[in-house]
Structures are given as structure tokens and as C-alpha cells.
């Protein structure tokens, strides 16, 4: 009885994810058309598929897991805003395989570089707050506002191939969840699946430049996602998972909430 609850549960979460992913997919990238890449960043920064993995992971493993694979998240969120600024930097003027390639490439680079220290919450948190800083300063060079050069638009193809990415992705990442331990659980939950598909979608309908603008923007708002995986890491055993989950995330919004005022504030 149990096995089919947890079989259901897995199912259900593998669903969730790729209904998550592919809302926002498509919400960013009509709102970066009638918005702009700003704010279309602060959706795309926000904890989708990644959210997801770490629920199907809840299913399948106690809160302490939980509680370390949350700092493997942070680590790897650690490394995203060098994957979003290498793509920046390359996708105004090269192609996108080689845009999205070499951002990929440095993204599994660096979390396996990282494998060579003794993590915890807080050295994952001070490489955080070392290497933001440094992203944030050289993506401000890719900022521009740029209007896309047609309408964003999304086919059913276009999203179907994104759920099988997505659902290869999780498959893989839960399957092996036991063997591979709580690290590389929660670095692999946030490799960017919906982030790359976002950057397809925004670099072959509307251009590299446009896509380069949103990797850019998004710098700022990923800081938020690192903020609600340590509150993650520090309520999921006194408090259970779900109460750290819900909290993680309201952190999260509330993080790129205060961006948009800052924002707003400034325009």
C-alpha cells in the first residue's frame, strides 16, 4: 500500500513539475514581450522546476536529507548566475548552440569543482554573496532593454519537447537520489532545465540579444531563490519540510517583490 502511495506521490510530483515548468515558460516569455526583460527575469528566477524536485524528493526521504540537499542547492545556485551570465556574453553574437552549450558547460564545471570542498549552509552562503556581487557587476554591461524582433510565440511542439526534457530530468535526479546522496540531490534538482528552455525559446523567437538581456537581468533575483533554500535548510527539521518548503518560497517571492518596487522606484 505504501509503495503505491509513494509511486502515486511520484507521479503526481513529476506532473507538477512539468506543468510548473511549462507555465513559466510560457508566462515569461509573454511577459518579457509585453513587459520587458526585467520582469521577465523575476519569473524566470523564481524555484519551478527545481521546487518541484525537491518536493518528489520530500516524498521519497526524511527531513534531514532534505535539510543537506538544500545546501547542495545553494551551491549550485551558487554557480547559475555563471551560467547566465555566459550566456549573456555569448548570445548576442553567436549562435544559440553554442550560446546555450558553453553556459551548460560552465554550470557542470563548476558543481563539479565544488564536490572538492566540505560544504555547509554557510560556506555555501558566503560563496553566494562572493560571487553575486561579481556577476551582478559584469552582467550590468548586458542589461539593455531591448525589444524583441517579433512576437514571442509558442507552439505545442515547442512545450512538448520541454515536459520530456523536464521529465528525463527529474526521472534521473529522484532515481538516483539514494545512491548519489543528498548533495548532488539537491545541486542536480536546480540544474537549469527551465531557465535553457526559456533562453531557447526567447533566443529563437526573439532574438539573441533579447535573450542575452533576460540571463542578464536575471542575476539579481536568483539571490532570492539562495535566501529561501537556506531558510529550507534550517526549518525542515524543526519545523517539517512543508512549513520550510512554504517559507522557502514566500521568501523567494517576497525577494523579488522588493526588486520590482526597488525598480519602480528608480524608473
Same mark, same amino acid.
Given at each position: 500500500? /505504501?509503495?503505491?502511495?509513494?509511486? /502515486?506521490?511520484?507521479?503526481? #510530483?513529476?506532473? !507538477?513539475?512539468?506543468?510548473?515548468?511549462?507555465?513559466?515558460?510560457?508566462?515569461?516569455? &509573454?511577459?518579457?514581450?509585453?513587459? @520587458?526583460?526585467?520582469? @521577465?527575469?523575476?519569473?524566470?528566477?523564481?524555484?519551478?522546476?527545481?521546487?518541484?524536485?525537491?518536493?518528489?524528493?520530500?516524498?521519497?526521504? %526524511?527531513?534531514?536529507?532534505?535539510?543537506? /540537499?538544500?545546501?547542495?542547492?545553494?551551491?549550485?545556485?551558487?554557480?547559475?548566475?555563471?551560467?547566465?551570465?555566459?550566456?549573456?556574453?555569448?548570445?548576442?553574437?553567436?549562435? !544559440?548552440?553554442?550560446?546555450?552549450? #558553453?553556459?551548460?558547460?560552465?554550470?557542470?564545471? @563548476?558543481?563539479?569543482?565544488?564536490? !572538492?570542498?566540505?560544504?555547509?549552509?554557510?560556506?555555501?552562503?558566503?560563496?553566494?554573496?562572493?560571487?553575486?556581487? &561579481?556577476?551582478?557587476?559584469?552582467?550590468?554591461?548586458?542589461? #539593455? %532593454?531591448?525589444?524583441?524582433?517579433?512576437?514571442?510565440?509558442?507552439?505545442?511542439? %515547442?512545450?512538448?519537447?520541454?515536459? #520530456?526534457?523536464?521529465?528525463?530530468?527529474?526521472?534521473? &535526479?529522484?532515481?538516483?537520489?539514494?545512491?548519489?546522496?543528498?548533495?548532488?540531490?539537491?545541486?542536480?534538482?536546480?540544474?537549469?532545465?527551465?531557465?535553457?528552455?526559456?533562453?531557447?525559446?526567447?533566443?529563437?523567437?526573439?532574438? @539573441?540579444?533579447?535573450?542575452?538581456?533576460?540571463?542578464?537581468?536575471?542575476?539579481?533575483?536568483?539571490?532570492?531563490?539562495?535566501?529561501?533554500?537556506?531558510?529550507?535548510?534550517?526549518?525542515?527539521?524543526?519545523?517539517? &519540510?512543508?512549513?520550510?518548503?512554504?517559507?522557502? !518560497?514566500?521568501?523567494?517571492?517576497?525577494?523579488?517583490?522588493?526588486?520590482?518596487?526597488?525598480?519602480?522606484?528608480?524608473?
Amino acid at each position: 500500500m /505504501s509503495g503505491t502511495l509513494m509511486s /502515486s506521490m511520484f507521479w503526481l #510530483g513529476l506532473a !507538477l513539475k512539468i506543468v510548473m515548468t511549462a507555465g513559466i515558460v510560457v508566462a515569461a516569455s &509573454v511577459v518579457v514581450e509585453r513587459s @520587458g526583460p526585467f520582469i @521577465g527575469a523575476l519569473i524566470a528566477a523564481l524555484p519551478t522546476a527545481g521546487g518541484a524536485a525537491l518536493i518528489i524528493l520530500a516524498v521519497e526521504h %526524511d527531513a534531514h536529507f532534505i535539510a543537506q /540537499s538544500a545546501v547542495g542547492s545553494m551551491v549550485a545556485n551558487a554557480v547559475c548566475p555563471l551560467f547566465a551570465l555566459t550566456f549573456a556574453v555569448l548570445a548576442p553574437r553567436n549562435r !544559440l548552440v553554442p550560446s546555450l552549450g #558553453g553556459a551548460i558547460l560552465v554550470w557542470l564545471g @563548476g558543481v563539479f569543482l565544488s564536490r !572538492l570542498l566540505p560544504w555547509t549552509a554557510s560556506t555555501a552562503l558566503l560563496a553566494n554573496a562572493i560571487v553575486y556581487p &561579481v556577476t551582478i557587476t559584469i552582467a550590468s554591461h548586458f542589461l #539593455g %532593454d531591448v525589444a524583441p524582433r517579433a512576437r514571442v510565440r509558442l507552439t505545442a511542439r %515547442d512545450l512538448a519537447w520541454r515536459a #520530456g526534457v523536464v521529465t528525463a530530468c527529474v526521472v534521473i &535526479v529522484t532515481g538516483l537520489s539514494s545512491s548519489i546522496g543528498s548533495y548532488f540531490s539537491g545541486v542536480f534538482a536546480f540544474f537549469p532545465v527551465a531557465m535553457s528552455s526559456f533562453f531557447i525559446i526567447l533566443y529563437t523567437r526573439a532574438g @539573441g540579444p533579447v535573450a542575452a538581456s533576460v540571463a542578464a537581468h536575471v542575476q539579481a533575483p536568483l539571490i532570492g531563490l539562495t535566501l529561501g533554500l537556506l531558510a529550507v535548510h534550517a526549518f525542515a527539521e524543526p519545523l517539517g &519540510v512543508w512549513w520550510a518548503y512554504l517559507i522557502g !518560497l514566500a521568501i523567494a517571492v517576497a525577494w523579488n517583490g522588493l526588486l520590482w518596487v526597488w525598480k519602480n522606484r528608480r524608473a
